[in-house]
């Protein structure tokens, strides 16, 4: 079993910037794909970002160029810099796991783009 542990949620203005980051259990060399995924209040939860255990990296269209998943093997973390924040994109940011087609997910952190 692999428990994700999501932080860095906040309140931030629009066009701010936050961190995310997610720390698992287990070693996250051993995770074939790890992602970060939101859902807004009314709307399907969607794939924002991921990254292979090879480094092969994937960005929504919409958020090309403003983020960034990275990982720290030695802290076990992923992370999700995310810049030039638009208020569409408040919603609940989820880690997600899979290993050997075993899937798991973060309790969530919540991302609220205000003035």
């Known amino acids: 079993q692999v428990q994700l542990v999501e932080s860095g949620g906040g309140l931030v203005q629009p066009g701010g910037s936050l961190r995310l980051s997610c720390a698992a259990s287990?070693?996250?060399?051993?995770?074939?794909?790890m992602g970060w995924y939101r859902q807004a209040p009314g709307n399907q939860r969607e794939l924002v970002a991921s990254?292979?255990?090879?480094?092969?990296?994937y960005y929504t269209d919409a958020v090309k160029g403003r983020v960034t998943i990275s990982t720290d093997t030695a802290k076990n973390t992923v992370y999700l810099q995310m810049n030039i924040l638009k208020r569409k994109e408040a919603a609940v940011y989820y880690c997600?796991?899979?290993?050997?087609?075993?899937?798991?997910w973060g309790q969530g952190t919540q991302v609220t783009v205000s003035a």
């Open positions: 997600h796991a899979a290993i050997d087609g075993v899937r798991f």
């Open positions: 990254i292979t255990n090879s480094g092969t990296t």
């Open positions: 287990g070693s996250i060399s051993t995770m074939g794909f």
